[in-house]
């Protein structure tokens, strides 16, 4: 989030994709902001994927985040690919980005979650 509102507020014209994955459209934080932004035209593109339930009228993205999903959404030649997240998940994407052609170097990651102490 930190990232989006840094973006907006340096009116930032480089293109950028996130793909923010909830179980449900109320589990998504910041999701009004995200929105909001998403809108204002500037090149900021905001793809949902809800895995479990999502509204009546949802026409986004009704799955996990797969190789599939992230051939679609992130192609091969994106600058640079963000993942953050929990451990298991992080390491997957980043592996999927990889297998979809992303540089390892240009894949940075955040993992969040139980330390296990």
């Known amino acids: 989030m930190a990232m989006a509102r840094q ?10 994709r996130l793909l923010y994955s909830a179980r449900s459209w109320e589990d998504v934080i910041y999701r009004d902001e995200l929105e909001r932004y998403g809108k204002r035209g500037d090149g900021l593109e905001i793809v949902f994927t809800l895995t ?3 509204p009546p009228d949802w026409t986004g993205y009704s799955r996990r985040v797969d190789r599939e999903l992230l051939s679609e959404v992130a192609p091969g030649d994106l600058g640079l690919a963000f993942v953050c997240g929990p451990t298991p998940f992080v390491e997957a994407v980043a592996e999927a980005l990889v ?8 894949i940075k990651t ?6 296990g102490g």
């Open 52 to 54: 479990r339930d999502q």
């Open 110 to 115: 955040e993992r969040f979650g139980p330390t």
């Open 7 to 16: 973006r907006a507020t340096n009116h930032d014209p480089v293109a950028t």
């Open 99 to 106: 297998g979809l052609g992303h540089e390892p170097s240009r």
